[in-house]
C-alpha cells in the first residue's frame, strides 16, 4: 500500500500516452506484479481512493481524483531562497482550481504579441469562460466585425473599447458591433 502513490503514477504516465488505462493484465505488467489478485488489491485501493472507477463495460476509466497533482505544502520565493520542501503535501486537481464550469469553458491558443505585458504570450492557452458579459478590466476574448480578439475590457466614455497590452498596438474602438465571447479565468505554458 506504500507504492499506491508510485504505482498510480505509473498509470497516470501510461494514459497520458496512450489516453486509456491499461487492463489487469497490462496492469500485472506495466508494474511487475507476478499475480492478478495482486492487481485486483491496487485496483481495490485505488477505486476505494477515487483514483480510478469502472466504466460501464468493465473497463477501468479514471476517477475524480486521478488528475490530482501533488501541491506541496511549501511555497517558492521568486526573491530570496527559503527552505526546501517538507515531506507533507496534499493535492489539487487542475480542473477543480481552474475550471468551474466545464461546459462553459474553452482552452484557446493565443497567436501574437498584443497581450505580452499582461504576461500573456504566444503559444501560451488561455482558458476562457463562455459568458456574454465582462466587467470593466478583465482580459476577454471578444468578437469585433467577426473577428476574435484578445485584450482587455475597457471605456470611454459611453463606448465599450478593447486594450491591448503592448503599446505597438492600438486600442481597439469598435465601429460595429462588439461582442463577449468570454472571460479569461486562467492561463498556462508550457516551457
Known sequence: ??????????????????KILPSY???????????KNAVTALVARLKLQNFIESATDGRLKPGRRFFERVLAESTVQAGFATAALSDRSDSLSIDDYLIERPSDTVLITVKGDSMIDAGIYQDDVVIIEKKQAANIGDIVVAIVDNEFTLKTLGREGKEFVLYPANKAYPTIRPQGQL?????????????
Open 1 to 18: 500500500m506504500a507504492n499506491d502513490i508510485d504505482y498510480l503514477g505509473k498509470l497516470q504516465d501510461y494514459y497520458a500516452d496512450q
Open 25 to 35: 493484465a497490462a496492469i500485472a505488467q506495466l508494474l511487475g506484479f507476478k499475480s
Open 179 to 191: 461582442e463577449i465571447f468570454g472571460v479569461v479565468v486562467g492561463q498556462f505554458r508550457k516551457y
